[in-house]
């Protein structure tokens, strides 16, 4: 599926690229995302939108501390530079933006003092390529929107930084086809990204070798676009989405605004659904569905405004507005650039509760778009090989009463010896016993497994998926398949089934930071003002029991975290396993589960 993709959106940009990326180059400055007429409309924005007008002032307040905060240094985190590319990153753009809307003096000093303090740094650490091109990325913002305030040397320092530790660094990647130029996920984008913008900032100053890393950027980046289809999904997680999508969004940007082209990549198929996948990933207790290396909290996402603009969806723009309202956002610049006024629920749109989205193996069930109480249920299959993977096909996360019920525990520190190397299977929150799963045999799945979402269906009083899970275990299980259901919009159903060629312990699993108090084969979870309800509906001799989710140090230690487990009395050969939760507020009895047992077969 993936090569047809790659095939449309490479000879696409590659045919129009060819005959010169930059016959189309905007000669003045400001060219890179943000033109005059693009704040002339932000002007018109903040006289009549009371949120338009607050992420203004949350800006200016947010610029007044960065006055007194002492610029980058050269401080590396394990292998990392990131820390202060971002950082570098963030403030140019609020900084840049601020003194284009107002002109004063005070800001364009301050982003010129950032950029001196970036520009005397040895590198901007190659090595880990990321710290490089997000530095490019802010160098590039500073030389377009500061270009007529900048003097002649002032600027010839800049656009040398750009050329020397950035667009020159990238060449030998580019030229000898390695790395994160082949790659499929966010390292193709940010960098791809990051050294693009800093080419289209100063190609007329240097149009030979900004017309080869264009021309290389362009080539690379369908390789990337590619991991979206058919349907908006990303495979690394939320987290890497919107690291991965913002990258693709800011040079898109770059190329519409510089070169009046986006060379058809944004036609890629299924990037114009990847805000649907955040709308969908996003849960009404404010989290998402965390697989992979990535927190549960959703954060703010810029280019939620743009992909509205762009591809006409105003629930983007809706689900963006609901986070900037969040008391903890911190807005970005391109949050008031890239502004969306016109907005829409996905209730108002008529979005369906339920979705699958195909080639990432990952769906959502929920009870509701408008109850902020309602039940959400995210559950994967995919496949372990793609970056940022942790072992957990067949894992679900579960929130109702505004709370999340079965967690996924994220990442762990990544600058853990071999995090991302021959020790990443030996961290506990990587390894399959963190994840809400079955366990078998107390191992680890295969690393190499995919698994898919074979069948589902999505009706008002029965919403399920299943999944074949059978190359989790090879050599252990003929077969393995997991159902997850949501029965009546209030009941969880989970059922496991399997084929084992030899005995083996197989043990249900998830992961909580409820209070838990057991049953037998019943166990009730308890937070404040809302209870689960657990039960047991197969086999009989089954009973509930509280694990450990504590690993030794220097790992996480998952304080406040346990595990739900469901022990057998023996090992088996076959098993049909049904669990069922049920959510309810404190003080009222769970609501009745009508359950007609039967195989995944015939849900």
């Excluded at 800093?198 to 021309?215: F, N, Q, S, T």
């Excluded at 890497?240 to 890629?268: I, K, N, P, S």
């Excluded at 956002?329 to 699958?356: F, I, N, S, V």
């Excluded at 108090?517 to 404040?528: D, S």
Aim: with cysteine; charged share 25%.
């Amino acid at each position: 599926m993936r090569t047809p993709v790659l095939l449309f959106a490479g000879v696409l940009a590659l045919a129009r690229a060819d005959q010169d990326p930059l016959a189309g180059l905007r000669r003045s400055h400001p060219r890179l995302i943000a033109l005059e007429t693009d704040l002339e409309r932000v002007r018109g924005l903040l006289a009549r939108s009371p949120q338009a007008h607050r992420i203004y002032r949350a800006l200016v307040e947010e610029a007044s501390r960065i006055q007194t905060a002492p610029p980058v240094e050269h401080v590396l985190i394990g292998p990392r530079l990131l820390a202060q590319s971002r950082r570098c990153l963030d403030r140019i753009y609020k900084l840049a933006l601020l003194y284009r809307l107002d002109g004063k003096r005070e800001y364009f000093e301050r982003a010129v003092r950032e950029l001196q303090a970036a520009a005397a740094f040895p590198d901007w650490n190659p090595s880990h390529f990321l710290d490089t091109a997000e530095m490019t990325h802010a160098f590039a913002i500073g030389y377009d929107w500061l270009y007529h305030a900048l003097n002649e040397d002032q600027r010839a320092w800049i656009r040398q930084a750009i050329l020397d530790k950035g667009i020159r660094q990238a060449l030998p990647f580019y030229e000898q086809q390695r790395s994160w130029v082949v790659n499929r996920f966010n390292w193709n984008q940010v960098c791809n990204g990051g050294i693009g913008l800093g080419a289209l900032a100063i190609a007329d100053e240097e149009p030979e070798i900004c017309r080869r890393v264009l021309k290389y950027a362009l080539q690379s980046l369908p390789r990337a676009l590619a991991s979206y289809a058919p349907d908006g999904g990303w495979p690394e997680g939320p987290g890497y989405w919107h690291y991965a999508t913002r990258y693709t969004v800011y040079f898109l940007a770059g190329l519409e605004t510089a070169l009046g082209d986006d060379f058809g990549l944004a036609a890629a198929p299924g990037f114009r659904e990847a805000g649907r996948f955040r709308v969908y990933f996003s849960s009404p207790a404010g989290k998402t569905f965390n697989y992979a290396d990535a927190g549960d909290a959703i954060g703010s996402a810029e280019e939620m405004f743009w992909l509205a603009r762009k591809f006409r969806e105003p629930v983007y723009a809706w689900h963006q507005q609901q986070r900037l309202e969040d008391p903890s956002a911190r807005p970005g610049a391109l949050d008031l650039l890239w502004y969306q006024e016109e907005a829409r629920t996905p209730q108002q749109a008529g979005w369906p509760l339920d979705a699958l989205f195909r080639g990432v193996e990952v769906a959502f069930l929920r009870s509701s778009w408008e109850d902020p109480d309602a039940v959400f249920v995210g559950v994967k299959a995919g496949d372990l090989k793609v970056g940022h993977s942790q072992l957990d096909l067949g894992t679900f996360v579960l929130d109702a009463g505004r709370v999340r019920w079965a967690l996924d525990l994220g990442a762990d520190d990544y600058n853990l010896p071999g995090y991302f190397g021959k020790e990443r299977w030996n961290y506990y929150r990587n390894r399959t016993e963190s994840h809400n799963t079955l366990l078998v045999d107390g191992e680890n799945q295969n690393p190499k497994a995919e698994a898919a979402i074979v069948a589902h269906r999505f009706e008002p009083g029965w919403a399920w998926v299943v999944m074949d899970l059978s190359q989790a275990y090879p050599g252990k299980l003929a077969r393995q398949r997991r159902g997850v259901g949501l029965l009546h919009r209030r009941h969880v159903v989970i059922q496991d089934e399997i084929a084992a060629q030899q005995p083996v312990e197989a043990l249900w699993g998830m992961v909580t930071d409820a209070e838990v108090k057991l049953e037998g084969r019943g166990a009730e979870l308890r937070k404040p003002g809302w209870r689960l309800a657990a039960r047991i509906l197969r086999p009989e001799h089954a009973r509930f029991d509280v694990v450990s989710t504590t690993p030794p140090p220097p790992q996480n230690p998952n304080h406040g975290t346990r595990k739900l487990v469901v022990r057998l009395p023996a090992k088996v050969t076959d098993l049909r396993l049904v669990v069922a939760l049920t959510p309810h507020r404190e003080g009222e009895e769970a609501r009745r589960l009508d359950w007609r047992d039967r195989p995944l077969d015939s849900w």
